[in-house]
């Protein structure tokens, strides 16, 4: 940026989207940057995730940023607490824990034209300034709690996947989990052989693969750490194995077929009990729901103190959980693997741009949240967003979309800098690029009738990206800020904050 002063940033969030955008903040010059994070450190979901048997279902060589690739992960599926130290050192390791201000939730975030600037008020009150907002709150932020009539009155314990006590012992206890996704996968098997019964409940079935988790034996770790190339290799084999994946979400293909039918030789090779297995096997196509993977979860269902309950859960009594057919299930722990609010982004912080328009408003208006290339929004000046609308990877890692979006940001930052005022997506770009993008969703399975988390209130896909991850690098490359006619400059009414020396 030279020749030009860099505009000053506030990043809300330290969770990976937070700190890509912080280190490619730096590398295009910004010194002025502060990175608010509501919690006590950085980590994001995985600061958060204490839960037993917490690990990524991603390959672990996929699993890091490409600018700090880390080459010896003991595990081919890494563990929580291994992707959390990583997360630590890439901090210190790029100086960024300087810039941090931890315990620092954001209330509110509001535009001045006057001023061109973005003004951040926290929870505590305190109110900060900036040229740049850019928001990495996440997407698996916020748990989902069910509404149970009468769950205030259960007298043992209640705790969220997400929120895990990990004080808490549930040796010897009848422990309820309720759901049947990538939590509850791995949660499942971590506390059935500590606790008398499990009883899994679930409201519908989820398509389960077979995770390919291993120690890596100390030959390939010692390649790994010695070959200049071995970890890399195996970071692009993964990648474009991913890649191909994104074709067994299109019902038409063979590959959707072929994954279909590895699910179920999985399912029926691993569970025992014919009835359990038919209680197991989903109804709706393959890739509906976010496929599970993991080895151990469907073997828990052998074990003589584990249940399956078919059923979602209506109501909560003091000792009890309460099922739709009536049944009352007698429990002294309830473990909720609920999920999240997914699709409710951004709404933990009230944003008002241009004119006083509330940014929750706009989105309603819209029938769920949605941006251009997920980044940026009109009527909302210098905001820029991480892991926003439909950007939520289907076929690869989302460190790779982050990344994808932390470039575009600083690009961003750089036209900023040489347009000497703040620049806005023009609202014919966004519903065009919008109105492309919910026209490729049909052909995807995630339409075909399943309950998932990647839907609004009415029915528009706002979580995922409906293609490739190399068509999405493609996009944020090609349709850069300093490409003419995508975005326009908006100027302080009063002095341009944003300044030649």
């Known amino acids: 940026m030279k020749g030009r002063t860099a505009p000053s940033v506030i990043v809300i969030g330290a969770g990976l989207g937070g700190i890509a955008a912080g280190v490619f903040a730096r590398k295009a010059g910004v010194t002025d940057l502060t990175i608010l994070e509501k919690s006590s450190g950085p980590g994001g979901t995985w600061l958060d995730t204490r839960y037993p048997g917490a690990a990524c279902d991603v390959m672990s060589h996929l699993y890091s940023y490409s600018f700090a690739q880390k080459k010896d992960w003991s595990r081919t599926c890494a563990p929580r607490d291994e992707i959390l130290a990583y997360i630590e050192d890439v901090v210190d390791r790029f100086d960024l824990r300087r810039f941090c201000r931890f315990d620092t939730g954001v209330r509110s975030a509001v535009w001045s034209t006057d001023s061109a600037r973005w003004t951040v ?3 505590a009150g305190e109110e900060l300034s900036a040229d740049v907002l850019v928001t990495a709150v996440g997407l698996l932020n916020e748990p989902k709690y069910p509404d149970w009539p009468g769950l205030e009155s259960f007298t043992g314990p209640v705790m969220h996947t997400a929120r895990w006590r990990r004080e808490l012992s549930l ?19 971590a506390l059935a052989p500590q606790v008398k019964h499990l009883t899994v409940f679930q409201r519908e079935p989820g398509w389960v693969l077979p ?12 390649e790994f ?9 195996r970071r692009w084999k993964l990648y ?12 038409k293909t063979k590959r959707h077929a072929i994954a279909t039918q590895m699910a179920v030789d999985w399912l029926n090779k691993t569970v025992k009990d014919p009835a359990t297995r038919e209680k197991l096997l989903p109804a709706y196509p393959f890739g509906c729901k976010r496929p599970v993977a993991d080895r151990i979860y469907y073997d828990t269902f052998n074990r003589p103190n584990v249940d399956l309950v078919p059923l979602p859960v209506t109501a909560v009594r003091p000792h009890a959980l309460v099922t739709d057919d009536g049944a009352e299930h007698e429990v002294d722990a309830v473990v909720l693997a609920t999920g999240f609010q997914a699709t409710e982004f951004l709404h933990t912080v009230e944003i008002i741009g ?18 251009f290339l997920g980044i940026s929004v009109n009527g909302f000046p210098n905001l820029f967003m991480l892991y926003g609308p439909n950007t939520n990877s289907a076929s690869n890692s989302v460190i790779f979309n982050l990344e994808c979006q932390a470039r575009y940001i600083a690009s961003a930052i750089g036209s900023i800098a040489r347009r000497r005022g703040a620049i806005e997506v023009r609202s014919g770009v966004q519903d065009r690029y919008n109105r492309w993008l919910q026209s490729r969703v ?17 029915g528009k896909l706002v979580t995922n990206w409906p293609g490739s991850s190399v068509l999405y690098w493609a996009m944020t490359k090609l349709l850069r800020p300093t490409v003419p006619g995508l975005y326009r400059t908006r100027r302080a009414h009063r002095r341009n904050r944003v300044t030649a020396p």
């Not at 995770?211 to 010692?222: A, Y």
């Not at 052909?443 to 990647?454: H, I, R």
């Open 240 to 251: 474009w194995l991913n890649e191909r994946g994104v074709l067994a979400l299109d019902p």
């Open 442 to 458: 049909p052909a995807k399975t995630w339409e075909s009738g399943c309950q998932n988390y990647y839907h609004s209130e009415t």
């Open 171 to 189: 040796d010897g206890c009848r422990v309820a989990v309720v759901g049947t996704g990538s939590s509850a996968a791995q949660v499942v098997p």
């Open 121 to 123: 008020t926290t929870q």
């Open 354 to 371: 241009e004119d006083g328009v509330r940014l929750q408003e706009v989105w309603d208006k819209a029938g769920g949240a949605e941006a």
């Open 211 to 222: 995770k390919d988790d291993r120690p890596f034996t100390e030959e390939e770790l010692q």
């Open 225 to 233: 750490r010695t070959s200049r190339w071995a970890a890399q290799r």
